[in-house]
Nanobody, 124 residues
Framework: QLQASGGGLVQAGGFLRLSCAAS????????IGWFRQAPGKEREFVAA????????RYGDSVKARFTISRDSTKNTVYLQMNALNPDDTAVYHC???????????????????WGQGTHVTVSS
């Protein structure tokens, strides 16, 4: 089970840190991804991290602003979001999948387990 948290209301230019914690299953050998869905829009890939190698990948709209990382002692993945703008307003979901090749990390279908979303609202 995945538990996402850390969402909230923030002003443009601000920051938030989202967390994705796993219970009952270690993240070892998994790729953890963050996706977001804004009202009326399709779900969008945000970032992913391969647990073992810590290799990361980012969506074009968040590069240089967001950072994904993991803490093996807490079995938790973080998404540090800086320089937020209203376009970042969405429900953010974390997901986990095993043996996802790099070129497929942005594909929702590659992820087996999904957490409930956490809401992020950025005011202008």
């Amino acid at each position: 089970q995945l538990q996402a948290s850390g969402g909230g209301l923030v002003q443009a230019g601000g920051f938030l840190r989202l967390s994705c914690a796993a219970s009952g299953r270690p993240f070892r050998d998994y790729t953890i991804g963050w996706f977001r869905q804004a009202p009326g829009k399709e779900r969008e890939f945000v970032a992913a991290i391969r647990w073992n190698s810590q290799h990361t990948r980012y969506g074009d709209s968040v590069k240089a602003r967001f950072t994904i990382s993991r803490d093996s002692t807490k079995n938790t993945v973080y998404l540090q979001m800086n320089a937020l703008n209203p376009d970042d307003t969405a429900v953010y979901h974390c997901a986990a999948g095993r043996s996802i090749i790099t070129s497929a990390q942005a594909m929702e279908s590659q992820y087996y387990y999904w957490g409930q979303g956490t809401h992020v609202t950025v005011s202008s």
